[in-house]
């Protein structure tokens, strides 16, 4: 199949579901009280959108996501090019961190509130510590992508420890690192929807799990809209990066 | 000085940490609210064992079922996705662009829909699975070498004979692990989900004690549910290792390494 | 074993059968237009001979095999294998030995041989039995049990062409099977096919790009040309067998391996 033709039948499918959404409601197929028109959504979502309680609660979420990613990040970074570069060290705590990565970070929610209360603190320090651990693992595994051979081949013509690092070090693993920023904002942006949605007086989280809870389907749905939205784009963003940063990767 | 092996040092640590939860609290350095001893903890979930178990029992259900759906639907899709090449082309790049949504926030539609019952945890835990699930199977279908299949047919293979002798046995290793993640995220969908409404379940528990400070009994409650996770992790490993005994040096070599999924498909959001 | 019935002592199983390729022409369309990859083949390898192609890279050589082992259909022309088209593979008339050794991995050695011979639901005891003896005929006796990841390169083209024998076809097709393989252990598996050629007279197409391997193997050797693949040159190789490792040192072994890399490196 061609580009064109993908595209295309892509485009289809969307507008395809796009009217199912709007049509079965409409005429009664499915419950339009489960599940609104899409057009009553879409106009449901602009007008939340110039509401000053909902664009108050998207700036909280949002400096909660962007503190905890710029803590979470450099950290997770530094700990886990540590944990890579040491042998000795890399060869204790990478089992450990396997270990904690699989454990379920949510059930510690609580004790965040326990300890730090319900607020601002409590949710960023939720969302560094259920990112943390996925920047660490990444973060090594961008070290260990450099192969030793490129490392040994640039001494070999006498480059310094500075070139070793610019020329060979960041290439490397500028991909990796991309993908560590791409992967670790879904981390963290799960992080704060749930710590939100649990227990919370403000942001867009809370006011999902409100909504939901009052049966006002049409915010709730206009609400998931525009955070898939917004997930999505910076997802996107990040990838065309990667695109255009690893094209010499076969 | 010789360093102690790293395994050694692993297990000091571990017994350091129980130790330190057992130690810090009686100090009193610590509140109790914020951590109560390791004993106390244990000791409530002993007293407790009856409502803990029972409230298990409801989580396990709910896991069980929900994993049913995300490995039942996960494998099929990601099989005709893995396997299509149109199906593939069209609708790959859009699951792994749906995958940065975070799918919590589905939640709230699911309690709307099916109620505060178990229901709404099996149907949310079956989509959180679902999705580690879909994109190993359909990666493990895609990254089958292609020269097997050329073999099997020069030996005179038929299709089903082609699917049930080389791309099933071929796909396991990859499928078995999205299972074992998926496995992993249904947990904690169906955790998550009773955390945040319902009338059942160690997460209501957790949820329910959290309200009124009990924090020995959210401990113990959270300790059940790593032990539940940390089990699980172990089961389905050791069926990985028992499955794929062929595998052992040929992750090293050039069948699984070589072309290991993009980080994307091996990293689910573990909340 | 068999010894009553063939004429050859020591030979195991059905001999060679002749293979005949006629006008085979072959165009691959591809997303950037049509491919011309064979023009015009017409070659007969005669029952029990053993004949090598070689040519220069992307010349077509796999397609034609994969033509003769009915894996793929030809634009034009027809093959004839056993006196019969081949149209779709036949294990039974034709066995195909891979270049990297396509094995399956979750199958151990032996399974690895009595897949062909599970296709067809052949009896456990009789495929063991089968699977044995060919693993014995390639010398991998007692490493049945063993897992393709725990065999060295060499053992694992072993594997490949005991499969390629075990439904025991008159007809041989082997893809550069040696490639992946050090210069050393090229030589011993080369001698061994040889071995285990004479011990069957089975019918052995070879491709290879080793002109040393291709002169010591062959009766006959046929050279490609560039794309799109002609048969441009027939030689004859009319060295004693069994065949030694002193002959290659020798000026008439010297003299074939000369005239095919002229016909190779000759432009068009
Ligand atoms: N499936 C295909 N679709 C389109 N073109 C193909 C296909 N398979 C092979 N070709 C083209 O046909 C030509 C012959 O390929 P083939 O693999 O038969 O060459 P070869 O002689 O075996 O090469 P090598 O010595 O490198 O193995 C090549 O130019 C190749 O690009
Ligand atoms: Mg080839």
């Known amino acids: ?250 | 000085m010789r360093r102690p092996a790293p395994a050694t040092v692993r297990w000091l640590i571990l017994a350091g940490l129980l130790l330190a939860w057992e130690l810090v609290p009686r100090t009193k350095v610590v509140p109790e609210l914020f951590l109560p001893a390791l004993s106390k903890t244990l000791a409530v979930l002993y007293e407790g064992r009856a409502e803990y178990g029972q409230n298990l029992l409801v989580t396990l259900y709910e896991v069980g079922f929900a994993m049913l759906i995300a490995c039942g639907v996960g494998i099929l899709v990601g099989a005709l996705v893995g396997g299509i090449a149109v199906l593939r082309n069209l609708l790959l790049p859009v699951f792994s662009s749906l995958y940065a949504v975070p799918i919590v926030i589905l939640y709230p539609i699911f309690t709307a829909w099916f109620g505060i019952g178990s229901e709404s945890k099996i149907a949310f835990a079956g989509i959180y699975g679902f999705f580690p699930v879909m994109l190993s199977t359909a990666a493990g279908i895609r990254t089958i070498d292609p020269q097997l299949l050329l073999a099997a047919r020069s030996m005179g293979a038929t299709i089903w004979q082609q699917i049930a002798r080389v791309i099933i046995p071929a796909s396991i290793p990859t499928v078995l692990a999205g299972l074992r993640l998926g496995g992993a995220l249904t947990i904690i969908g169906v955790v998550v989900s009773e955390m945040l409404t319902s009338a059942a379940g160690i997460g209501y528990l957790v949820s329910r004690y959290r309200t009124i400070l009990d924090s020995p009994r959210v401990f113990a409650a959270v300790l059940l549910i790593l032990v539940l996770s940390v089990l699980f992790d172990l089961l389905a490993r050791w069926v990985e290792r028992r499955t794929v005994v062929w595998q052992t040096a040929g992750r090293q070599g050039r069948t699984i390494a070589a072309r290991t999924p993009s980080p994307a498909t091996a990293t689910p959001a573990v909340a | 074993m068999q010894q009553l019935a063939d004429v050859t002592p020591g030979r195991v199983g059905a001999a060679g059968a002749s293979v005949e390729v006629a006008g085979v022409s072959h165009v691959y369309e591809g997303r950037d237009g049509r491919v011309p990859a064979l023009e015009d083949i017409t070659l007969t390898v005669g029952a029990g001979r053993f004949t090598v192609i070689v040519g220069p890279s992307g010349c077509g050589k796999t397609s034609l095999l994969m033509m003769m082992a009915g894996l793929r259909r030809q634009t034009s022309g027809t093959i004839l294998c056993a006196g019969r088209p081949i149209l779709d593979p036949d294990p039974q008339r034709v066995g195909v030995v891979f270049q990297e050794a396509s094995l399956f991995p979750w199958q151990t050695a032996m399974e690895n041989v009595e897949f062909p011979l599970a296709l067809r639901h052949v009896p456990a005891a009789e495929r063991h039995r089968r699977s044995a003896s060919m693993l014995n005929l390639v010398g991998l006796d007692g490493f049945g049990g063993r897992y393709p990841h725990e065999l060295s390169g060499g053992m694992k083209q072993r594997v490949s062409i005991a499969r390629g024998l075990v439904q025991d076809p008159p007809v041989l097709l082997m893809d550069e099977p040696f490639a992946a393989l050090d210069e050393q252990t090229r030589m011993t598996m080369g001698h061994e096919l040889l071995r285990i050629w004479s011990q069957t007279s089975k019918t052995v197409v070879f491709i290879t790009h080793s002109l040393t391997e291709a002169v010591y193997l062959a009766d006959e050797v046929l050279v490609m040309s560039a794309r799109p693949g002609r048969i441009i040159d027939r030689i004859e190789v009319d060295l004693p067998r069994p065949r030694t490792y002193e002959m290659m040192a020798t000026d008439r072994f010297g003299r074939l391996r000369e005239r095919i890399w002229q016909q190779i490196r000759k432009p068009d």
């Not at chain 1, 454990?103 to 601002?120: A, E, N, R």
């Not at chain 1, 070290?143 to 490392?151: A, G, N, Q």
């Not at chain 1, 993908?179 to 963290?188: K, S, V």
């Not at chain 1, 997930?231 to 255009?244: D, G, L, P, S």
């Open chain 1, 1 to 250: 199949m061609s580009r064109l033709a993908i595209v295309l039948a892509r485009l289809a499918l969307f507008l395809a579901l796009i009217g199912a959404w709007e049509v079965l409601p409409r005429l009664g197929i499915l419950n339009a009280r489960l599940l609104p028109p899409l057009s009553d959504v879409l106009s449901m979502l602009l007008q939340l959108v110039g509401r000053a309680n909902v664009q108050e609660a998207m700036m909280v979420t949002a400096a909660e996501v962007v503190v905890a990613f710029v803590i979470a990040v450099p950290l997770g970074a530094l700990i886990g090019v540590a944990v890579a570069e040491s042998e000795y060290f890399g060869e204790i705590f990478k089992p450990m961190l396997f270990y904690v990565f699989s454990v379920p970070k949510s059930i510690f929610l609580p004790v965040f509130i326990l300890v730090l209360g319900i607020g601002f603190h409590q949710k960023v320090a939720y969302a560094v510590f259920s990112t943390l651990f996925i920047v660490i693992m990444s973060a090594t595994a961008a070290v260990e992508s450099v192969k030793p051979e490129h490392v040994l081949v640039a001494r070999s013509y006498g480059a310094t420890r500075r070139q070793i690092l610019f020329r060979v070090y960041v290439p490397s693993m500028v991909p990796i690192l991309l993908e560590t920023l791409r992967i670790a904002m879904i981390f963290n942006f799960t992080a704060v929807m749930i710590a939100e949605m649990y227990a919370s007086r403000t942001g867009i989280g809370h006011l999902i799990a409100n909504w939901g809870e009052n049966f006002q389907m049409r915010q709730l749905f206009a609400g998931v809209i525009l955070l898939s939205m917004v997930a999505i784009f910076f997802n996107e963003t990040i990838r065309w990066m990667e695109t255009k940063c690893s094209s010499w990767r076969t």
